[in-house]
């Protein structure tokens, strides 16, 4: 009997072992995380860009969130803004984060402006951390697992001097920060989305059918009236619980490979229709692309090649 | 799987010893973040504490959503609660010509992502000013908003108010056209204060508390048919 109970754990041990070593260090293509930087770069350039029109309103010594004032609400977190007193030097920085930003969606000195761009980011968002919302988390994590990976083998300009210097990337290149990166934006976006699943459940709205409508109904956020669905509860019931149900199964369902496809095409419906009714299209865009670390790197060069394709024929 | 998935599955690159140094580290990094997920709804002690063990890094790094003095990121998208709702911040000045009250967040404004940055602003503020989250910090954001909009408007005092638009009364939003009402019709002032701009900035004098329900002027907080900002 004892000698099966070793036998068993032994057999685990090993099981596992061969797993996580197969799941984590497999080499893979970059073009994942290269697609996934290039669309992460945009939107934080676009975030980044947009509080320009408001930098001082919010950020100035004498403007809506002072630091001295505003300290306790920090959270003893680390932003080089703290250290800013005057708009000149606030605007200075500010736009040499812009280039920075930049830089990184563009894919220029990626593997440096990776990781100014994370200090760039974290900094705005601890700064004022009550102008931000969920979007922010979900973009911290992204930048964080891209600073890891070859994010500008692919789809930058890193890639396009390299080739004008004669150094073809090589196509069976393949790196095992690509997966290790991947994989945590992975594992990283299905504990989201499970979170957001159990604290949805974890208040009475979501149980009832209610929660859709509760957002519908409020007037300040939504991007379009849905309330007409009013006289159609089941509808707004139907909505409820597929979210819900959307946001229970894709943790489980995304690592099938016979149910990935669906679960990334209702994705696609599921943060919409949220965009939609909750007004926050940042978020949606950010999950969106969270969700691309799904696709696998031969589909994104397909999408990539079929694309260039097109343009050239045009 | 998504990433290595190409066929024949390439060798493994990294040495025994490097991938059980990564592995450590990959083990210890999820194990924070699961902390912190989990921690999101009704936390443990036992998750309180081990979110304060892996506090610094995971602050730092923004990756817990977990409230430190307000929920800023609300990944339950709503239960109904006071506080899940729309906020409106306005400033009504005393003793000038145009006494036009400085409003936040001010509407329309473009592009919309701006719109919600003063929304989660005044949200947040509104959360905190109506006390849901104790009484240390309720003011913080009352008092830099009134000092910069008595600034704005070039007056020495004036009032604050803090409003929850729609603020729903639970027990009895038994139906949908009942919720849709309340959404348009019901204006909770959660907060009121008196501010005086004093040499070292303002002070504010907080009236009671208030949760009177009043209705709204017609049309003013309306839900238009149609596009309608966030």
Request: proline letters at 6%; hydrophobic letters at 50%.
């Amino acid at each position: 009997m004892m000698r099966h109970v070793t036998d068993y754990f032994s057999r685990l041990s090993q099981g596992f072992g061969e797993g996580w070593t197969r799941f984590w260090f497999t080499p893979g293509d970059p073009a994942t995380v290269s697609a996934i930087r290039l669309l992460a770069g945009v939107l934080l350039v676009y975030m980044h860009a947009t509080l320009m029109l408001d930098l001082e309103a919010f950020f100035a010594a004498d403007g809506l969130l002072p630091v001295g004032e505003i300290a306790i609400l920090e959270a003893n977190t680390f932003s080089y803004l703290n250290f800013l007193v005057s708009p000149a030097e606030l605007w200075i920085v500010h736009l040499l984060g812009l280039a920075v930003l930049i830089a990184f969606a563009a894919g220029l000195y990626t593997r440096f402006t990776g990781v100014l761009s994370l200090v760039v980011f974290l900094s705005t968002v601890h700064r004022a951390p009550m102008i931000t919302g969920r979007t922010e988390v979900v973009l911290a994590m992204l930048l964080l697992y891209l600073c890891l990976a070859p994010c500008g083998r692919r789809f930058s300009l890193d890639a396009w001097l390299a080739s004008r210097k004669g150094k073809r990337p090589d196509k069976a290149e393949l790196f095992t920060t690509a997966t290790i990166s991947t994989r945590l934006i992975q594992i990283h976006l299905c504990l989201l989305v499970l979170m957001m699943a159990f604290s949805q459940l974890s208040g009475e709205t979501w149980w009832s059918g209610d929660g859709i409508w509760f957002l519908i109904t409020r007037p300040q956020s939504r991007l379009i009236d849905l309330t007409g669905l009013e006289s159609s509860p089941f509808v707004v019931d139907f909505l409820s619980h597929l979210l819900i149900g959307f946001e229970l199964l894709f943790p489980i369902l995304i690592w099938s490979k016979l149910f990935r496809p669906l679960m990334l095409a209702l994705g696609v419906f599921i943060w919409s229709l949220l965009a939609l009714i909750t007004g926050d299209l940042t978020f949606t865009a950010a999950m969106l692309i969270a969700s691309l670390a799904f696709v696998g790197p031969e589909t994104v060069l397909d999408v990539a090649r079929s694309r260039r394709t097109r343009v050239a024929t045009a | 799987m998504a990433v290595p998935e190409s066929d024949p599955t390439p060798p493994i690159a990294w040495s025994a010893e490097t991938r059980t140094w990564v592995s450590l580290l990959l083990f210890a990094h999820l194990f924070a973040v699961g902390v912190a997920i989990t921690t999101y709804t009704r936390p443990s002690n036992l998750q309180r504490q081990l979110h304060g063990v892996f506090q610094p890094y995971l602050r730092n790094l923004h990756l817990t959503a977990l409230p430190n003095s307000y929920p800023y990121a609300r990944f339950h998208l709503g239960h109904a609660g006071e506080t899940d709702v729309d906020f409106r911040v306005e400033v009504i000045p005393r003793g000038v010509d145009d006494p036009k009250a400085f409003e936040l967040p001010a509407t329309p404004m473009q592009p919309l992502v701006r719109l919600r940055r003063y929304q989660a602003l005044a949200n947040a503020t509104g959360t905190l000013g109506s006390g849901e989250l104790g009484d240390a910090v309720p003011s913080i954001l009352p008092r830099t908003i009134a000092a910069y909009a008595l600034r704005q408007l070039g007056a020495q005092g004036g009032e604050i108010r803090i409003q929850a638009l729609g603020a729903p009364d639970f027990d009895q939003l038994n139906n949908l056209t009942t919720i849709e009402r309340a959404s348009r019709e019901t204006v909770n002032n959660v907060y009121e204060a008196q501010a005086i701009v004093v040499p070292t900035g303002v002070e504010l004098l907080r009236k009671a508390t208030t949760l009177e329900i009043a209705p709204i002027e017609a049309g003013r907080n309306a839900a238009p048919a149609g596009a309608k900002q966030p």
